[in-house]
């Protein structure tokens, strides 16, 4: 069988693309349910069901394993599934459910089950909206769509930010889960006044214009490994630091733990917008592997900063660094993956791949943590991490040189779906 050929990725890429304000909208509402649930239900758990800090660990723990688990097959199935918009529309749902779920006083199996619901749905929305996107404008444009849609994205955090920080002071806590659910839902609406048709299905995996694509095994490359290895150790380090940041705060603070939260995460996010915005210029001038080195380095330092800060202005301070390292990444990683993907038709499922790792990471990262936490206390904590991160910034500027001199390492093999 011939396989189809794709007459838009011959095409140059345009400019403004169809459907490029709903595409927006959903970055823009997704980004405040994808960085803000984990912390909220780990302070909700902590502070208003007087869970101790190992147990709350285990239950962020296997949020993480169930989005782990679900990663690789969501990669795969944004690969192969021709209609992006009812597939994202499919994802909301599932995430609104598990957002329901945590309204009330619930039960360790209402909180064990929203946690694999809302795992198992973000475990899709990334790759997804990464398809969504180079489905729409193609490759060239990618780093600029990128750019945009995670600028509406920490733009959404913050403003969801704002609006969960008022809840906690003037509703019951759990009501921003309400909050999350309807956001969630939305963002699945909007998806579907995409226009039909506008998303193409070769473009948006990265496959060439004759369908050409590399069997899954061709991953298994020594500088696509080190690459993803290094993605690993980074956010073991990284994932728990916010959450650790929030307990901080909250032990400094007379107001409410959710609302102190909030406004940790409005610092994040604030700065996040500014640099994902940024950071297509930035890679133009200085090239993707050098900002993503200069991202690694930044995370040892927050964490030993954070181990020494002893007022709340130095811990909000701090999470500039968070801002800047992050708001890079959620542009620069899709972008890195697009260089090493490229031609092979395997985007989305390499997206799944690095998003098992980050799951990983998380996983792992909360584990520690909160283990750490309980035994020897926050700073601690803080000074492990920040020496998991120095390791993983190492690692990275060895594995980026050996992916900067090999060029491309994936080179596809097979015309025919994998």
């Known amino acids: 069988m011939t396989p189809a050929v794709s007459t838009r990725a011959q095409q140059p890429a345009p400019a403004v693309f169809p459907g490029k304000r709903p595409f927006l909208g959903i970055n823009f509402l997704v980004g405040d349910i994808q960085t803000g649930i984990m912390p909220l239900l780990a302070v909700d758990l902590a502070y208003s069901l007087h869970w101790k800090a190992g147990r709350v660990g285990e239950v962020l723990a296997f949020g993480n394993l169930a989005?782990?688990?679900?990663?690789?097959?969501?990669?795969?199935?944004?690969?192969?599934?021709?209609?992006?918009?009812?597939?994202?529309?499919?994802?909301?749902?599932?995430?609104?459910?598990?957002?329901?779920?945590?309204?009330?006083?619930?039960?360790?199996?209402?909180?064990?089950?929203?946690?694999?619901?809302?795992?198992?749905?973000?475990?899709?929305?990334?790759?997804?909206?990464?398809?969504?996107?180079?489905?729409?404008?193609?490759?060239?444009?990618?780093?600029?769509?990128?750019?945009?849609?995670?600028?509406?994205?920490?733009?959404?955090?913050?403003?969801?930010?704002?609006?969960?920080?008022?809840?906690?002071?003037?509703?019951?806590?759990?009501?921003?889960?309400?909050?999350?659910?309807?956001?969630?839902?939305?963002?699945?609406?909007?998806?579907?006044?995409?226009?039909?048709?506008?998303?193409?299905?070769?473009?948006?995996?990265?496959?060439?214009?004759?369908?050409?694509?590399?069997?899954?095994?061709?991953?298994?490359?020594?500088?696509?490994?080190?690459?993803?290895?290094?993605?690993?150790?980074?956010?073991?380090?990284?994932?728990?630091?916010?959450p650790l940041a929030g307990e901080k705060l909250a032990n400094r603070m007379p107001e409410p733990p959710g609302e102190v939260i909030a406004w940790a995460i409005v610092v994040t996010q604030s700065v996040m917008t500014v640099f994902s915005l940024l950071t297509p210029r930035l890679l133009k001038m200085a090239g993707t592997w050098k900002i993503f080195s200069f991202c690694l380095f930044l995370l040892p330092i927050r964490g030993f900063f954070l181990t020494v800060a002893t007022t709340q202005s130095d811990i909000l301070e701090i999470q500039v660094l968070d801002g800047i390292a992050t708001g890079i990444l959620s542009v620069l990683l899709p972008v890195l993956v697009a260089e090493i993907a490229k031609g092979t038709g395997r985007f989305n499922a390499m997206i799944g791949f690095l998003g098992a790792m980050i799951s990983a990471g998380g996983f792992l990262s909360q584990i520690v943590a909160g283990q750490m936490t309980q035994v020897a206390g926050t700073d601690s904590a803080f000074l492990v991490l920040a020496g998991i991160s120095a390791f993983a910034a190492i690692l990275g500027v060895a594995g980026s040189r050996t992916l900067r001199l090999s060029g491309s390492p994936l080179e596809p093999l097979s015309p025919t779906e994998g």
């Open 67 to 242: 989005l782990l688990l679900a990663q690789p097959f969501g990669g795969l199935l944004a690969d192969r599934l021709p209609e992006k918009r009812w597939t994202f529309f499919g994802v909301s749902v599932l995430f609104t459910l598990g957002c329901l779920s945590l309204l009330g006083h619930p039960s360790p199996v209402r909180v064990y089950s929203a946690q694999g619901l809302i795992g198992v749905s973000t475990a899709l929305i990334i790759p997804v909206l990464s398809a969504m996107a180079m489905g729409l404008a193609g490759k060239k444009q990618f780093p600029r769509v990128m750019g945009l849609a995670q600028g509406a994205n920490h733009a959404g955090s913050v403003a969801g930010a704002l609006v969960v920080g008022f809840l906690a002071r003037h509703w019951d806590p759990s009501a921003v889960f309400l909050f999350y659910g309807i956001s969630s839902f939305c963002a699945g609406l909007l998806a579907i006044v995409i226009p039909a048709g506008s998303i193409d299905p070769l473009l948006s995996r990265e496959s060439r214009p004759d369908g050409t694509v590399l069997p899954l095994h061709g991953f298994l490359k020594t500088p696509v490994l080190l690459f993803l290895l290094t993605v690993f150790l980074f956010f073991v380090a990284n994932t728990a630091m916010l």
